[in-house]
Structures are given as structure tokens and as C-alpha cells.
């Protein structure tokens, strides 16, 4: 299986380009966070994972049409050279792509299909994970797997080094390159999300009453920025989650991943929403909840007796401190028409990593009412929206670059994240089903590896599904199919809870 994939050199040069391919007017620094991601401790690499409804067409299809989108974002066709002269400095420079540089078709021996082509699949993006990208060229390449899984015919494997962007922008720019399939003259429809701080004076009455409110709500607003800030500082310094099952270990970040993923119905999600009066993310949240306080309760009682009854009886310590980091787009959505416009008609859009990110608590226990973990999620994360904690972590960071460069703030990233147990994110995707370069969808799976924690979770919707995705390290959770499965169920007993209670109709 390895050999099938080819390894990448992983020191950082300087690159000669041929003066030609370089168009000197376009050169330019890249930004601290860019730069951040080639510490070895934060070497992040994202994957897109699509499963096609028909077979990919290797010869012409993602060819032809990548030259006319892709490979016309700047970011897709430049080099990342160090100039030696100042210092070491990284700079974006535009160069001549050779396609089939980028383009990976593997040639597959039949036998290895035999046992499971869904088995080959995961294995093959285990094995990627061991690798990195190439400098010498523009970091991204696209694998294409005509192998016919369980819920796809053939499978694509795109993967863009993190220096390249944030999650949320390159995910974005990616619908960009696809078309609705009933009309391939338009991009896909994405749900709106409101960024906004919770005011509650917008509900109330107007005159004294307001402006208290108003007021009430200002002061609420500096508090838990004031506090988040402090833990986000405690954290950096001292504060260390809880060891668990499921905490990774020092140097995870160096560890292969094991990518896992499993599509649920989002309309079952909705009517957890609908019912609740939640967004599909609280109830995500809640469901990741309830999905771990059961994986990990099964963890804790191996080994001890009577075994058999592990997840009916409750092995969990007390207070366990178990928390996510959620990444936060800070910059202004600029909307998927104008991803497109920028590659088809050289137009200019916002870019690059600008994120910040929130620490989110996990409750981990058993509850008897499964929508205490819905309520709980929605509780927090409501309190989350009461505070400025993503702009400030975002701030904290480019101040750390500015005063202590490169080398000191990727210790304190690092450190931050290491103190903390997961990354979770739930992006939200097409409203309807699209093409691929022609090639219609049947999910989408992003990924990413080289993260130092060892467990992270995407949630990712398409038309009226939800992909579960989870990337891990298997020398700390030998078991990923086992906790999706409990995410799985999570859902269902949440589900099946608001049904049963006449919350909403099926």
C-alpha cells in the first residue's frame, strides 16, 4: 500500500524557479499563520475526501477543468520559497504548473480489493497521512480511486497543506469548482449562518427597560470575554484537561491518522433542531457529547468485571475536564459565487488564515434524559456566543508572532492545544446535489492530519445528510469505527427521545 503513494521531502529549502515561470510583481510575504504551519509541530494538512456517484473519467475530467478554476487561485499556483537573504522569509511566488505533477491516479492490484474495498480506501488515506507534500511545488495534489465502496463508485482525495488557508475558505473554495447537477451553469446553494453575538434587547420592549437590558448585556459580554481570555491564558500556562482515553500523547502530531466517516440522516438532526429550537450545530454538539461520555464509559470499565454490563454501568470518574477547540472563521464570508468569479473572471476575494478559536467544555457522564446533553451543548455554546474569545485568541496569536516570531508562538500554540483534549467543527454544505467536474457527489469528507491533538471531529452536511468524520491517532483510539458507531446511536436515542415525547412529528 505504501508504495503506492510517494513520499514527500519534508526539510524546508530555498526552491530556484526558472525566471520566466515568476512574475516578480506578484511575489508576497506569507502571513504569520501561513508561515506557522510549516513548524514541524503544526506541518497541517487538509483533506477532502468525495464519493462519486459515477466512475472518474482519469484521462480528460478534474484535468481539463482544473487548468479553468483551480490553478487560477494564486495560492494554487505558487511556490512557497524561503529568500535566504532576509532571514529566512517565506514568499508566495507564481509559477508554471505541470498538472499531472498534482494529478495521482494509483495503478491498484485487484487482490487488495477482494477483502474490502472500503478497508483499501481508509488504508490508503492512512498511508497518505504518513506523508507530506512537496515544496518544490505548489502544495496541493488530488488522488482519484475508481474503486466502488459501499456508498460511492469511485472515490477523490483532495489534500492542500493548511498554509494554503483555513478549513473553512478552502472547503469554500472548493464547492466554488462545482456546479449543481440540475443546472450546471450556477454554484451550490449554502445555508446562512449568522455570526453575530446573542442581543437580547432586541426582543425587548423599548425605553427604560431596553437600555437596561442593552446594558445588562454589554456587562455580561466583557465578563465572559474577561474570563474566557484568563482560561484561555491559564491554559497556555498551567490548565491541562483531564488524562483520558482519548487525550493524545506528546509527539501525536508526528502519528499517521486513521480517517473515518459515516453519513446520517440531516433531516433526523432537524428534527432534534426544530423541536428544540437549537441550529444543527448545537444539536451536533450535543450528539458529540453524548457519543463520547458513551465511548469513553465503555473505555474506562475494560478490564474490570462483569464486563458484559460496561455500558449499563457507570465507570466514569467525576469531573472529568474534557475540552474542544472550535475554529472559528474570523473573516467576512465572502460567498461561494464570488470563490467562483475570482477563478473564472480573475476577480479578487478576501483570503488566507484568519481564525481564531473558543475552548468548548465537554460534560462527560451518563444522563438519564438524552436531551440533557442537547440542552447542555446549547447552554454552553450559547454562553460562548457572549464573548469575544475567538477575536481575542486570534489577537493573542498575531501579537505572540509580531513581538516573539515564529519559533515562540508555535510553542505556545502548541502548548494551548496540547492542554486541550479534541478539535471539533460543523460546516455546513450544499442545499443541493452538485457535480464535481462533472462527476455528481455522493458525500463529502474533510479531514485534515498533522494536528497535535489526537482526536478530531468534522461535521459536514450535504443536501439532506450529515458526514460524520473523525481523524485520529490509533496508538490512542484503537477503535474509531466503535465511537462512531456511539455517535451514531447518540443521535437515534435523542431522536427517538423528541419523537416519543410529542416534541414535533415525524
Known amino acids: 500500500m505504501e508504495s503506492i503513494i510517494r513520499r514527500r521531502k519534508s526539510s524546508l529549502k530555498p526552491i530556484e524557479t526558472k525566471d520566466e515561470a515568476i512574475d516578480a510583481s506578484e511575489e508576497e510575504p506569507l502571513s504569520p499563520s501561513s508561515r506557522l504551519f510549516h513548524e514541524p509541530n503544526f506541518n497541517v494538512h487538509v483533506l477532502a475526501i468525495l464519493g462519486m456517484k459515477t466512475r472518474i473519467d482519469t484521462e480528460q475530467g478534474p484535468r481539463d477543468h482544473l487548468a479553468n478554476?483551480?490553478?487560477?487561485?494564486?495560492?494554487?499556483?505558487?511556490?512557497?520559497?524561503?529568500?535566504?537573504?532576509?532571514?529566512?522569509?517565506?514568499?508566495?511566488?507564481?509559477?508554471?504548473?505541470?498538472?499531472?505533477?498534482?494529478?495521482?491516479?494509483?495503478?491498484?492490484?485487484?487482490?487488495?480489493?477482494?477483502?474490502?474495498?472500503?478497508?483499501?480506501?481508509?488504508?490508503y488515506i492512512h498511508n497518505l497521512s504518513k506523508t507530506t507534500l512537496d515544496k518544490s511545488k505548489p502544495m496541493w495534489d488530488l488522488h482519484l480511486l475508481n474503486i466502488k465502496t459501499s456508498d460511492a463508485e469511485a472515490v477523490a482525495i483532495l489534500r492542500i497543506h493548511h498554509s494554503l488557508g483555513d478549513g473553512t475558505s478552502l472547503i469554500s473554495l472548493l464547492l466554488a469548482c462545482t456546479r449543481q447537477t440540475a443546472d450546471p451553469a450556477?454554484?451550490?446553494?449554502?445555508?446562512?449562518?449568522?455570526?453575530?453575538?446573542?442581543?437580547?434587547?432586541?426582543?425587548?420592549?423599548?425605553?427604560?427597560?431596553?437600555?437596561?437590558?442593552?446594558?445588562?448585556?454589554?456587562?455580561?459580554?466583557?465578563?465572559?470575554?474577561?474570563?474566557?481570555?484568563?482560561?484561555?491564558?491559564?491554559?497556555?500556562?498551567?490548565?491541562?484537561?483531564?488524562?483520558?482515553?482519548?487525550?493524545?500523547?506528546?509527539?501525536?502530531e508526528s502519528n499517521p491518522r486513521r480517517v473515518v466517516y459515516r453519513t446520517v440522516s440531516l433531516d433526523d438532526i432537524k428534527v432534534v433542531k426544530n423541536a428544540l429550537n437549537m441550529t444543527v450545530t448545537d444539536v451536533a454538539l450535543g450528539v458529540t457529547q453524548a457519543g463520547l461520555s458513551m465511548y469513553l464509559n465503555r473505555r474506562y470499565g475494560e478490564g474490570k468485571k462483569d464486563r458484559g454490563k460496561t455500558e449499563k454501568n457507570n465507570t466514569l470518574p467525576k469531573n472529568i475536564r474534557l475540552r474542544s477547540t472550535i475554529l472559528m472563521n474570523l473573516r467576512p464570508a465572502v460567498g461561494i459565487?464570488?470563490?467562483?468569479?475570482?477563478?473564472?473572471?480573475?476577480?479578487?476575494?478576501?483570503?488566507?488564515?484568519?481564525?481564531?478559536?473558543?475552548?468548548?467544555?465537554?460534560?462527560?457522564?451518563?444522563?438519564?434524559?438524552?436531551?440533557?446533553?442537547?440542552?447542555?451543548?446549547?447552554?454552553?455554546?450559547?454562553?460562548?456566543?457572549?464573548?469575544?474569545?475567538?477575536?481575542?485568541t486570534f489577537s493573542i496569536s498575531e501579537l505572540a508572532l509580531k513581538f516573539f516570531g515564529i519559533k515562540t508562538s508555535s510553542l505556545i500554540s502548541h502548548r494551548t492545544?496540547?492542554?486541550?483534549?479534541?478539535?471539533?467543527?460543523?460546516?455546513?454544505?450544499?442545499?443541493?446535489?452538485?457535480?464535481f467536474y462533472g462527476h455528481p457527489l455522493a458525500y463529502i469528507a474533510p479531514g485534515s492530519y498533522g494536528q497535535p491533538h489526537a482526536?478530531?471531529?468534522?461535521?459536514?452536511?450535504?443536501?439532506?445528510?450529515?458526514?460524520?468524520?473523525?481523524?485520529?491517532?490509533?496508538?490512542?483510539?484503537?477503535?474509531?469505527?466503535?465511537?462512531?458507531?456511539?455517535?451514531?446511536?447518540?443521535?437515534?436515542?435523542?431522536?427517538?427521545?423528541?419523537?416519543?415525547?410529542?416534541?414535533?412529528?415525524?
Open 69 to 123: 478554476t483551480l490553478l487560477k487561485h494564486p495560492r494554487f499556483s505558487s511556490l512557497q520559497v524561503v529568500d535566504e537573504e532576509k532571514g529566512g522569509e517565506m514568499r508566495w511566488v507564481r509559477t508554471e504548473v505541470d498538472i499531472d505533477q498534482h494529478i495521482i491516479v494509483p495503478q491498484i492490484d485487484e487482490q487488495n480489493l477482494k477483502e474490502s474495498p472500503d478497508k483499501f480506501v481508509e488504508n
Open 186 to 252: 450556477k454554484v451550490p446553494t449554502i445555508p446562512r449562518t449568522k455570526k453575530r453575538l446573542i442581543d437580547p434587547s432586541e426582543h425587548s420592549t423599548k425605553g427604560l427597560h431596553r437600555y437596561v437590558t442593552k446594558t445588562w448585556f454589554f456587562m455580561k459580554l466583557f465578563w465572559y470575554t474577561i474570563v474566557d481570555v484568563l482560561m484561555f491564558m491559564a491554559t497556555t500556562m498551567f490548565l491541562k484537561d483531564s488524562t483520558t482515553p482519548i487525550k493524545g500523547r506528546p509527539g501525536s
Open 337 to 392: 459565487q464570488a470563490l467562483a468569479d475570482m477563478m473564472e473572471k480573475d476577480t479578487e476575494a478576501k483570503w488566507g488564515n484568519w481564525i481564531g478559536f473558543v475552548l468548548f467544555p465537554f460534560k462527560i457522564a451518563l444522563r438519564d434524559d438524552p436531551l440533557d446533553y442537547i440542552r447542555e451543548a446549547k447552554a454552553t455554546i450559547d454562553r460562548k456566543k457572549n464573548s469575544l474569545e475567538a477575536f481575542y
Open 417 to 435: 492545544i496540547t492542554n486541550t483534549t479534541m478539535c471539533f467543527s460543523c460546516l455546513p454544505g450544499p442545499q443541493e446535489e452538485i457535480c
Open 455 to 506: 482526536l478530531m471531529i468534522n461535521c459536514q452536511s450535504y443536501v439532506n445528510k450529515m458526514t460524520l468524520v473523525l481523524s485520529v491517532d490509533e496508538s490512542v483510539i484503537p477503535d474509531p469505527h466503535q465511537l462512531l458507531d456511539d455517535l451514531v446511536l447518540s443521535l437515534k436515542l435523542i431522536k427517538d427521545a423528541v419523537v416519543e415525547r410529542g416534541l414535533c412529528h415525524e
